[in-house]
């Protein structure tokens, strides 16, 4: 029965030149959303609304999922928009309306009339008066509050009427697009998906870079960090994955520095990496899945050993998150189940037994010195073997 949805957003913050810039990144993004939905839409900006019209028949619940994957959108409502015939048309419509969608009638409510256009012959006082007592004429079970309502019927005249009265809630956030881009340090683990996902809900555009170790770790293991790059980008628009090869760095870092500072070497290097395709690639930081303590590598000295080679901000959203409290935010985006898959994300084989946790920069620094002889050139290489996958849902 709806033919269309008014999408609402927050406003906080976003005033002016940025207005405009939000409102056309949210449009954008929701186009890409009801591109997998069955069905044509049209997405039109009027008046500071956002509406989505449906052109066509299409599936409601799939629609309202895919809107609910649309990062700045507060809340959807779901709406039928008709004809201005006069008011006793309208009244028929309201009166319709609430007979299909509120099936127990035994309810309290309110209209809330906005007259946009002004010429309609009455205004919203009188069409809330007349239009209330229509309902309560027609469904003596229902009461009017018009303080604490159950239901808001809000009627809205614009060059067409608009009624509505559900509002299914978003996800929140800003639109991707509206804030610059970053890139995502993206492995085949639990954490660094779900960081992807939190930048990418504050507006920020997310490519990504996956570290492999052939034949150390599998096609199967790259095909999992594809699969989760297409999950992130279900929320955060298509993503450009970048996977790179990394196995010869790696066996030259186990070759030449303590096997207990491999871990810390490896990730610095892995940053340094990123942080050059992040540059080329006009992304303004780097996101890591990291949290405190979680790991050797991750206790506050070995972060600032990790962070010290890089000069673009380290965005890491989980640093404050238990695992569960992780573990939950991917099972509520769908990534969960594939991050699980038991395929190795690194080489496990060049894991130390015990990783140093308190590194000393300048004792690793020291160390990097052993590899001042062919690093460079191999770093030139890896970059060389950049593999770009545009990951998208559609
Ligand atoms: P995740 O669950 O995200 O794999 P983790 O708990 O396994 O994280 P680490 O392996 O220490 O933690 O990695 C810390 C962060 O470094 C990851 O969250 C990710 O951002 C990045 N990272 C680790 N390995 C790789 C890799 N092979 N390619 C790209 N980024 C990686
Ligand atoms: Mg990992």
Not at 102 to 120: C, D, G, L
Request: aromatic share 8%; charged share 25%.
């Amino acid at each position: 029965m709806f033919t269309a949805f008014l999408i609402k957003y927050a406003e906080i913050g976003v005033k002016g030149k940025n207005k405009h810039l939000f409102e056309e990144a949210l449009a954008q993004q929701i186009k890409y959303a009801l591109k997998r939905c069955e069905g044509e839409f049209k997405v039109s900006r009027t008046e500071g609304r956002i509406y989505v019209h449906a052109l066509s028949e299409f599936d409601y619940d799939e629609t309202v999922d895919n809107l609910k994957t649309v990062f700045g959108v507060s809340g959807i409502c779901p709406v039928i928009d008709v004809k201005d015939e006069g008011f006793e048309d309208l009244a028929q419509t309201v009166i319709e309306y609430v007979d299909k969608v509120y099936e127990n009638k035994n309810m309290t409510f309110k209209v809330n009339a906005r007259r946009a256009r002004k010429n309609y012959p009455m205004n919203s006082m009188e069409i809330n008066m007349e239009l209330g007592s229509r309902v309560l004429d027609t469904f003596p079970e229902m009461k009017v509050d018009v303080h604490h309502p159950d239901v808001m019927l809000h009627v809205e005249i614009r060059e067409k009427i608009y009624i509505y009265s559900i509002e299914i809630p978003g996800p929140g956030g800003m639109p991707v697009g509206s804030n610059g881009k970053a890139m995502l340090l993206l492995s085949g683990g639990i954490d660094s998906p779900v960081a992807g996902y939190m930048i990418a809900k504050r507006g920020v555009k997310i490519d990504a870079v996956y570290f492999h170790a052939p034949p150390y770790t599998s096609d199967r293991a790259k095909q999992k960090v594809i699969d989760l790059a297409r999950l992130v980008s279900r929320y955060a628009g298509p993503v450009y994955l970048h996977i790179i090869n990394f196995t010869d760095i790696q066996l030259y870092i186990y070759e030449k520095c303590p096997h207990e500072e491999l871990t810390i070497i490896m990730r610095r290097y892995m940053m340094k990496i990123a942080e050059k395709i992040a540059e080329e690639n006009a992304c303004l930081g780097l996101i890591t899945g990291e949290s405190i303590g979680q790991v050797a590598s991750q206790t506050v000295q070995s972060l600032a050993v990790t962070n010290e080679v890089c000069s673009l901000p380290v965005f890491r959203p989980l640093i404050g998150f238990d695992k569960m409290e992780i573990v939950e935010v991917s099972e509520k985006i769908g990534t969960f189940e594939t991050s699980i898959l038991p395929y190795e994300d690194c080489c496990t084989i060049f894991v130390a037994k015990h990783p140093v946790t308190k590194p000393n920069l300048n004792v690793i620094k020291r160390h990097e010195k052993n590899l001042e002889e062919r690093i460079d050139e191999l770093v030139q290489q890896a970059l060389d073997t950049d593999e770009v996958v545009i990951a998208k849902w559609v």
